[in-house]
């Protein structure tokens, strides 16, 4: 079982930065690859970064790739998301994900724990 929490959430200006934070329990985390998705209002939720249990492979969504940044700390059980340039358009909730299947960890129906999110919102 693993349980996780999301924090960093706000309200920023256009071209602002945050940095989501998503605290783990449990003694198995390392070993979960970890995500992050996001869900606008009245859209469906969509992935949005993702890194493996072992540091070395990360993937992103298009639409945040060279303005977002994943990274964890298994010592610390959490996973980052600094979010540079942000838009308008990122307005959403984020959401903390953990998949034991790296094949499934970047699609919704696969996740095997979420978190409860954490609201961004970016004014223009």
Same mark, same amino acid.
């Given at each position: 079982q693993?349980?996780?929490? $999301? ?16 605290a ?19 859209? $469906?939720? $969509? ?12 993937s992103y ?8 940044t ?9 996973v ?11 307005t ?13 960890v ?19």
């Amino acid at each position: 079982q693993v349980q996780l929490a $999301e924090s960093g959430g706000g309200l920023v200006q256009a071209g602002g930065s945050l940095r989501l934070s998503c605290a783990a329990s449990g003694r198995t985390f390392s070993r979960y690859h970890m995500g992050w998705f996001r869900q606008a209002p009245g859209k $469906e939720r $969509e992935f949005v970064a993702a890194i493996s249990w072992s540091v070395g492979i990360i993937s992103y969504a298009d639409s945040v790739k060279g303005r977002f940044t994943i990274s964890r700390d298994n010592a610390k059980n959490t996973v980052y998301l600094q979010m540079n340039s942000l838009k308008p358009e990122d307005t959403a909730v984020y959401y903390c994900a953990a998949d034991q299947s790296w094949s499934t960890v970047g699609a919704v129906k696969g996740i095997d724990y979420w978190g409860k999110g954490t609201l961004v919102t970016v004014s223009s």
